[in-house]
Nanobody, 121 residues
Framework: QLQLVESGGGLVQSGKSLRLSCTAS??????AGWFRQAPGKEREEVAC????????TYADSVKDRFTISRDNVKEIIYLQMNNLEPEDTAVYYC????????????????WGQGTQVAVAP
């Protein structure tokens, strides 16, 4: 179990940008990603990056707007969110995969506490 800590959420106007960060000791050996949950909706995977950063996947709704990256030396995962839309409003959760050196986020081992992102029209 990792102690994932997110930061970077907030309230922005539509069309603006935010960058989320997630850090934890030990994160560098896991695939990791970002999920989000809007009020009344199920949690969905937004983006995932493999342990070595060679594979990145995105939900169709955020492709070409969001970019996931990582710094394995600093043990930080980033989610750069550009051209934000009101539909992106949600609590965003960082997650690490359950297995070592993986390339997907299909099985989550640890969750962060979540950070709120709100996009005003």
């Amino acid at each position: 179990q990792l102690q994932l800590v997110e930061s970077g959420g907030g309230l922005v106007q539509s069309g603006k940008s935010l960058r989320l960060s997630c850090t934890a000791s030990g994160l560098h050996v896991y695939a990791a990603g970002w999920f989000r949950q809007a009020p009344g909706k199920e949690r969905e995977e937004v983006a995932c990056i493999s342990q070595g950063a060679g594979t990145r996947t995105y939900a169709d709704s955020v492709k070409d707007r969001f970019t996931i990256s990582r710094d394995n030396v600093k043990e930080i995962i980033y989610l750069q969110m550009n051209n934000l839309e009101p539909e992106d409003t949600a609590v965003y959760y960082c997650a690490s995969a359950s297995g070592l050196f993986g390339d997907s986020c299909n099985s989550v081992g640890s969750w962060g506490q979540g950070t709120q992102v709100a996009v005003a029209p």
